[in-house]
């Protein structure tokens, strides 16, 4: 059966923009029709998550799957529930450094709007209280001209005894203070937090007016003349306000402005410290009754669906003009042409059976041009492909609508500079999702937590994909490099100054700090002193500022910036206006600028080993699959994006193995098969195995190319450079093992008879050994887990081949345990194993089969062999080499990897497939 879908539905069209910075995480999960949940942790108060509601621009899903851009939301009203636990609370009035209590609209104008959430919301459970303090006032014998003076930000309440009989009680006091407090004018002097007060005897009771968590922060302090008139503490902390509410947030989306709308989003930040340095927070959001209400055509989301017909940017049908290149990326296909040539031109004919809109699939950018287009020789229209966006967009705009069946012609032309880019055209029969493609049990794309594809989506749309795509086979899913991890922070500078009050202040001298052009300052009452004044400025900080923190010490006040991220960095001046005679001076010490973020760190003391976005990710993935009976496995690596420092493998130069990842500057570094590397690595695969068990799957890990690394280091201007087996830890087993120091072998072609053997032997054994004890580790915990080994057979084949001349056969022997030629004698249930270079890069079907044989030819059963191949590089024949994979009875084919079958809309192999790739449906 077709399958409705609609705007704004969870578990259907939500995602994550992502987080910020590599200590972070979060993860979108636990996705219904009507409710979901985003959690994970924050370490750095410059942190915050981005969850994108609305894009009508779908990077995701597979053409067949992908909803048309609809930017249509007049006559549509969205509400839902939300309650927030370790976040910036939403009704919190302090001062945004990120957009956390809006929900930001780019129009379909490209025009902007932020709109306020807590400004459409109502509290229908929870907690949502108020924070209160009190002071107690002591009458100790009071005397005329005593007096008292309670502090809040820069208001002074102030209380002089009078010169009458009979004197005031301490209760009249009290009353007299409450009355100056209730006084005040708050709207006008644009107070985000106004206090009210209540007079019980002598006990003033101080409310924050504006409930929530943020009146925590609040602090009053008392100056007295003397003990005769006094409170008993000098210092009120406001406790008891709670922002822990259940809120209604209701959006009518013509009412507010953005009827049209390209892209929506709601921005997650970490909750302020409380006069304090940030300590990692755990969060989450949970959202419930979420509906959209309106017109039903409004609401509903439609595919290409069955009889559309998609003209590729090589096809036949296509005729250029001018000057045009390839491009290979993120298109259909993996390709698109594009020129910056004015007046180049591209005509295309195309024949649809049925009513159709046409689209154009392109490239929207700001460094693109204007296109003209005509249809049949109509009048010209004009499509600005012009964007602010980062990166670029590439998607479909609709060129026309209601075009009659037939064959037709389509002229595109380049007006204007700037680069057009022609990916494909698409006569799309508007449709609902088609009837789910026949699921085969042989085959399933992998899944990669470290690309978009995976761990910005809720597992709920990721498996939903998977079976309308017909793909039932087993699943892989490999943890990734960096978004999992437990992370610490080192090597961070964050900024400060130390203010220190010295000399005698005198009545009505004025002390003023600048931070960041935000001016505080103070009047100095009678009876204030030094340790006063830096009090004083603390509270007042630390009860208003959203981008420094502070705290005193006698008469030394210290400010820190909230993170040393360049965000934070604020300029800084401190002094003093006086009349003659007062001898008070304000010095300063130190700058707010000047932070130094630091590196964030795996982290292996933490537990569990994965973070709290991964781990409620994999929980609901894992959760999803039991649903489906669906067996997956998952992988981790040898590979860590800034790993402790004994974890990494070295050259006999010293240097670490590092490669890039392709994501910033980060760099990924191969590990050793070291012990402190093995300590965290059971962590890692135990809490994978407790997280599948807790969902009532068998627990199935993959130990992913658990290999010695493949390259050298050595060159001409590096000729200490060698083979990755020179750790510290490595070294001193072999010392201890072979009676001397380990040979140097420079060249994955070496020798491995050198020495006898000994050596090559040596470090195989040091696999063989480490891969054992964390199989033993596993199954001490979970008896019944099924444990594989991925083996790439392309980097260790025998004698180099390729266009990048992989292997070698020092490779081969040290990377390839005897044990594991053997099903019977290698402690594993599985072998996968891959030669994507040989696929991917070399397009070469015979190194593959290759591959095929040789594992087919160790003594392991057909059952337990499993075959990882590419379909991340385009023009490989992948649905060739899969074809022989199941000729030769491999029974199980992982495709490597999922973003590339949605990105590419890559089809099945013939033998899977239920209708021509150039028809939708």
Same mark, same amino acid.
């Given at each position: 059966m077709s399958e409705k879908i609609y705007k704004l539905q969870p578990n259907r069209t939500l995602q994550l923009r992502g987080f910020d910075a590599l200590g972070a995480s979060a993860a979108l999960h636990s996705a219904t029709e009507t409710s979901f949940k985003v959690s994970g942790v924050f370490r750095d108060p410059a942190d915050f998550a981005v969850l994108v509601l609305y894009d009508a621009d779908n990077f995701y899903e597979h053409p067949r799957l992908k909803y048309l851009p609809d930017f249509d939301f007049s006559g549509l009203t969205l509400s839902f529930d939300v309650r927030y636990a370790g976040l910036m609370p939403l009704d919190s009035p302090k001062y945004p450094t990120i957009d956390w209590p809006y929900l930001d609209v780019i129009r379909a104008d490209e025009s902007t709007a932020r709109i306020p959430l807590f400004e459409h919301a109502e509290q229908v459970g929870g907690v949502y209280s108020k924070a209160e303090a009190a002071f107690v006032i002591e009458d100790n014998g009071l005397q005329p001209y005593d007096r008292l003076t309670l502090w809040y930000l820069n208001f002074a309440f102030d209380y002089i005894v009078p010169d009458q009989s009979p004197l005031p009680s301490a209760a009249e006091v009290t009353a007299a203070l409450a009355a100056q407090i209730n006084a005040v004018d708050w709207e006008a002097f644009g107070t985000l937090i106004p206090l009210g007060a209540q007079a019980e005897g002598n006990t003033l009771r101080i409310i924050a007016e504006r409930p929530g968590v943020d009146g925590n922060m609040i602090r009053m302090y008392a100056v007295a003349k003397n003990n005769r008139l006094r409170t008993t503490a000098p210092v009120a902390e406001f406790r008891g306000g709670s922002s822990d509410a259940v809120w209604r947030v209701t959006l009518d989306f013509e009412a507010l402005g953005v009827p049209y709308i390209r892209q929506m989003w709601m921005t997650f930040a970490p909750p302020l410290a409380d006069g304090a340095a940030f300590e990692p927070t755990e969060w989450e959001a949970e959202f419930s009754n979420w509906s959209v209400s309106g017109p039903e055509e409004k609401r509903a989301l439609k595919v290409a669906g069955p009889g559309s017909v998609r003209v590729e940017e090589n096809d036949a049908w296509c005729s250029y003009t001018g000057d045009w290149v390839a491009e290979s990326g993120f298109y259909s296909g993996?390709?698109?042409?594009?020129?910056?040539?004015?007046?180049?031109?591209?005509?295309?004919?195309?024949?649809?059976?049925?009513?159709?809109?046409?689209?154009?699939?392109?490239? =929207?950018?700001?460094?693109?041009?204007?296109?003209?287009?005509?249809?049949?020789?109509?009048?010209?229209?004009?499509?600005?492909?012009?964007?602010?966006?980062?990166?670029? &967009?590439?998607?479909?705009?609709?060129?026309?609508?209601?075009?009659?069946?037939?064959?037709?012609?389509?002229?595109?032309?380049?007006?204007?500079?700037? $680069?057009?880019?022609?990916?494909? =055209?698409?006569?799309?029969?508007?449709?609902?999702?088609?009837?789910?493609?026949?699921?085969?049990?042989?085959?399933?794309?992998?899944?990669?937590?470290?690309?978009?594809h995976t761990y910005k989506l809720p597992p709920a749309r990721i498996l939903w994909m998977l079976d309308q795509l017909g793909y039932a086979g087993p699943l892989n899913e490999y943890i990734g490099?960096?978004?999992?991890?437990?992370?610490?922070?080192?090597?961070?500078?964050?900024?400060? &100054?130390?203010?220190?009050? @010295? +000399?005698?202040?005198?009545?009505?001298?004025?002390? %003023?700090?600048?931070? +960041?052009?935000?001016?505080? +300052?103070?009047?100095?009452?009678?009876?204030?002193?030094?340790?006063?004044?830096?009090?004083?400025?603390?509270?007042?900080?630390?009860?208003?500022?959203?981008?420094?923190?502070?705290?005193?010490?006698?008469?030394?006040?210290?400010?820190?910036?909230?993170?040393?991220?360049?965000?934070?960095?604020?300029?800084?001046?401190?002094?003093? @206006?006086?009349?003659?005679?007062?001898?008070?001076?304000?010095?300063?010490?130190?700058?707010?600028?000047?932070?130094?973020?630091?590196?964030? &760190?795996? /982290?292996?003391?933490?537990?569990?080993?994965?973070?709290?976005?991964?781990? /409620?990710?994999?929980?609901?993935?894992?959760?999803?699959?039991?649903?489906?009976?669906?067996?997956?496995?998952?992988?981790?690596?040898?590979?860590?994006?800034?790993?402790?420092? /004994?974890?990494?493998?070295?050259?006999?130069?010293?240097?670490?193995?590092?490669?890039?990842?392709?994501?910033?500057?980060?760099?990924?570094?191969?590990?050793?098969?070291?012990?402190?590397?093995?300590?965290?690595?059971?962590?890692? %695969?135990?809490? =994978?195995?407790?997280?599948?068990?807790?969902?009532?799957?068998?627990?199935?890990?993959?130990?992913? @190319?658990?290999? $010695? $690394?493949?390259?050298?280091?050595?060159?001409?201007?590096?000729?200490?450079?060698?083979?990755?087996?020179?750790?510290?830890?490595?070294?001193?087993?072999?010392?201890?093992?072979?009676?001397?120091?380990?040979?140097?072998?420079?060249?994955?072609? /070496?020798?491995?008879?050198?020495?006898?053997?000994?050596?090559?032997?040596?470090?195989?054994?040091?696999?063989?050994?480490?891969?054992?004890?964390?199989?033993?580790?596993?199954?001490?915990?979970?008896? @019944?887990?099924?444990?594989?080994?991925?083996?790439?057979?392309?980097?260790?084949?025998?004698?180099?081949?390729?266009?990048?001349?992989?292997?070698?056969?020092l490779n081969r022997f040290i990377n390839l345990p005897v044990e594991w030629e053997a099903k019977q004698t290698s402690g594993l249930d599985g072998i996968k194993f891959e030669a994507l270079d040989f696929g991917a890069w070399c397009r070469d079907l015979d190194l593959t089969r290759e591959a095929m044989e040789f594992i087919l030819g160790l003594n392991w059963p057909r059952e337990s062999i499993r075959y990882l191949l590419p379909v991340f590089q385009p023009g490989f024949p992948w649905d060739r080499d899969s074809m022989a994979a199941l000729g030769l009875g491999i029974p199980s084919l992982v495709l490597w990897a999922f973003d590339h079958i949605c990105l590419f809309g890559a089809e099945k192999p013939a033998r899977f497939k239920t209708g021509g790739a150039r028809f939708q449906g």
């Amino acid at each position: 059966m077709s399958e409705k879908i609609y705007k704004l539905q969870p578990n259907r069209t939500l995602q994550l923009r992502g987080f910020d910075a590599l200590g972070a995480s979060a993860a979108l999960h636990s996705a219904t029709e009507t409710s979901f949940k985003v959690s994970g942790v924050f370490r750095d108060p410059a942190d915050f998550a981005v969850l994108v509601l609305y894009d009508a621009d779908n990077f995701y899903e597979h053409p067949r799957l992908k909803y048309l851009p609809d930017f249509d939301f007049s006559g549509l009203t969205l509400s839902f529930d939300v309650r927030y636990a370790g976040l910036m609370p939403l009704d919190s009035p302090k001062y945004p450094t990120i957009d956390w209590p809006y929900l930001d609209v780019i129009r379909a104008d490209e025009s902007t709007a932020r709109i306020p959430l807590f400004e459409h919301a109502e509290q229908v459970g929870g907690v949502y209280s108020k924070a209160e303090a009190a002071f107690v006032i002591e009458d100790n014998g009071l005397q005329p001209y005593d007096r008292l003076t309670l502090w809040y930000l820069n208001f002074a309440f102030d209380y002089i005894v009078p010169d009458q009989s009979p004197l005031p009680s301490a209760a009249e006091v009290t009353a007299a203070l409450a009355a100056q407090i209730n006084a005040v004018d708050w709207e006008a002097f644009g107070t985000l937090i106004p206090l009210g007060a209540q007079a019980e005897g002598n006990t003033l009771r101080i409310i924050a007016e504006r409930p929530g968590v943020d009146g925590n922060m609040i602090r009053m302090y008392a100056v007295a003349k003397n003990n005769r008139l006094r409170t008993t503490a000098p210092v009120a902390e406001f406790r008891g306000g709670s922002s822990d509410a259940v809120w209604r947030v209701t959006l009518d989306f013509e009412a507010l402005g953005v009827p049209y709308i390209r892209q929506m989003w709601m921005t997650f930040a970490p909750p302020l410290a409380d006069g304090a340095a940030f300590e990692p927070t755990e969060w989450e959001a949970e959202f419930s009754n979420w509906s959209v209400s309106g017109p039903e055509e409004k609401r509903a989301l439609k595919v290409a669906g069955p009889g559309s017909v998609r003209v590729e940017e090589n096809d036949a049908w296509c005729s250029y003009t001018g000057d045009w290149v390839a491009e290979s990326g993120f298109y259909s296909g993996g390709y698109a042409r594009k020129t910056s040539s004015p007046g180049a031109t591209l005509t295309v004919t195309y024949c649809c059976a049925k009513a159709h809109d046409l689209y154009l699939g392109t490239s =929207l950018y700001a460094d693109r041009g204007v296109v003209g287009i005509s249809l049949d020789g109509d009048q010209e229209t004009e499509l600005d492909c012009r964007l602010a966006a980062e990166p670029p &967009v590439i998607t479909r705009r609709r060129l026309r609508s209601a075009v009659a069946a037939g064959s037709h012609t389509v002229t595109l032309k380049l007006k204007t500079v700037g $680069w057009f880019y022609f990916d494909f =055209l698409e006569a799309a029969v508007a449709g609902d999702i088609p009837e789910a493609c026949p699921a085969d049990n042989q085959i399933a794309p992998a899944l990669d937590y470290s690309t978009d594809h995976t761990y910005k989506l809720p597992p709920a749309r990721i498996l939903w994909m998977l079976d309308q795509l017909g793909y039932a086979g087993p699943l892989n899913e490999y943890i990734g490099v960096f978004w999992w991890n437990q992370r610490k922070r080192e090597g961070a500078t964050v900024p400060s &100054v130390t203010v220190s009050f @010295e +000399g005698q202040f005198l009545p009505d001298d004025q002390v %003023f700090l600048n931070i +960041g052009g935000q001016v505080s +300052g103070k009047t100095v009452f009678p009876n204030e002193n030094n340790e006063v004044l830096a009090r004083h400025f603390q509270y007042f900080i630390n009860a208003t500022y959203v981008g420094v923190w502070a705290a005193a010490d006698g008469n030394t006040l210290t400010i820190t910036a909230r993170s040393p991220q360049p965000a934070y960095s604020f300029s800084f001046n401190a002094w003093k @206006e006086s009349g003659q005679n007062s001898t008070g001076t304000v010095n300063y010490t130190g700058s707010l600028t000047g932070g130094q973020p630091g590196r964030w &760190v795996v /982290d292996p003391e933490q537990t569990p080993a994965l973070n709290r976005g991964a781990c /409620d990710w994999h929980r609901d993935f894992f959760r999803e699959c039991k649903l489906r009976e669906r067996e997956v496995t998952v992988s981790s690596s040898m590979e860590l994006v800034n790993p402790p420092e /004994d974890f990494a493998a070295r050259f006999p130069d010293g240097a670490p193995v590092e490669t890039s990842v392709g994501f910033g500057e980060l760099v990924s570094t191969h590990c050793t098969f070291s012990s402190p590397m093995r300590n965290y690595q059971r962590q890692v %695969f135990k809490t =994978l195995a407790d997280l599948m068990a807790e969902a009532e799957l068998t627990p199935n890990l993959q130990f992913g @190319e658990f290999c $010695w $690394w493949y390259f050298t280091n050595r060159s001409e201007q590096n000729p200490s450079g060698g083979m990755a087996y020179y750790d510290e830890e490595t070294r001193a087993a072999a010392q201890t093992q072979l009676g001397r120091q380990l040979y140097v072998f420079t060249s994955p072609e /070496d020798d491995p008879a050198v020495n006898g053997g000994a050596d090559a032997l040596f470090l195989r054994n040091r696999l063989r050994d480490y891969v054992s004890d964390l199989a033993g580790f596993v199954r001490q915990h979970h008896p @019944e887990a099924r444990l594989e080994v991925l083996y790439p057979c392309d980097v260790n084949r025998p004698t180099p081949a390729g266009v990048h001349n992989l292997g070698g056969r020092l490779n081969r022997f040290i990377n390839l345990p005897v044990e594991w030629e053997a099903k019977q004698t290698s402690g594993l249930d599985g072998i996968k194993f891959e030669a994507l270079d040989f696929g991917a890069w070399c397009r070469d079907l015979d190194l593959t089969r290759e591959a095929m044989e040789f594992i087919l030819g160790l003594n392991w059963p057909r059952e337990s062999i499993r075959y990882l191949l590419p379909v991340f590089q385009p023009g490989f024949p992948w649905d060739r080499d899969s074809m022989a994979a199941l000729g030769l009875g491999i029974p199980s084919l992982v495709l490597w990897a999922f973003d590339h079958i949605c990105l590419f809309g890559a089809e099945k192999p013939a033998r899977f497939k239920t209708g021509g790739a150039r028809f939708q449906g």
